[in-house]
């Protein structure tokens, strides 16, 4: 299985990850269909995997919708989903299996 670790968008919060699905700000987070597309683009023009066993480990940053679209993305093409959440108390990530 080929796992990949990534971030939601860089420059939110430090994440220990050097792949982002966004490497900018996103300028209207209420275009949830412009999102979609640019997370499409982002797994299907980047990352070439269809027919693979894929795991994507995904560090979440709080931004639901981009986090959500990830998830429709990775339904679509078949992959397994954990995202990480941060735990202010312990200072360590949290692993959340999705799919």
Same mark, same amino acid.
């Given at each position: 299985?080929?796992? *990949?670790?990534?971030?939601? *968008?860089?420059? /939110?919060?430090? $994440?220990?990850? @050097?792949?982002?699905? &966004? !490497? !900018? %700000?996103?300028?209207?987070?209420?275009?949830? %269909?412009?999102?979609?597309?640019?997370?499409?683009?982002?797994?299907? %023009? $980047?990352?070439? $995997? !269809?027919?693979?066993?894929?795991? #994507? *480990? $995904?560090?979440?940053?709080? +931004? @639901?919708?981009? @986090? +959500?679209? *990830?998830?429709?993305?990775?339904? /679509? +093409?078949?992959?397994?989903?954990?995202?990480?959440? &941060?735990?202010?108390?312990? !200072?360590?990530?949290?692993?959340? #299996? #999705?799919?």
């Amino acid at each position: 299985m080929l796992k *990949i670790s990534l971030g939601t *968008i860089k420059g /939110r919060h430090q $994440l220990p990850v @050097t792949d982002y699905v &966004f !490497n !900018n %700000e996103i300028q209207d987070v209420t275009d949830v %269909e412009k999102i979609q597309q640019d997370v499409d683009y982002y797994f299907n %023009e $980047l990352y070439s $995997l !269809n027919g693979k066993d894929v795991q #994507i *480990i $995904l560090y979440v940053t709080g +931004l @639901t919708v981009v @986090t +959500l679209a *990830i998830v429709k993305t990775c339904v /679509r +093409l078949g992959y397994k989903l954990v995202c990480m959440h &941060f735990d202010r108390d312990t !200072n360590c990530y949290l692993g959340q #299996i #999705i799919l």
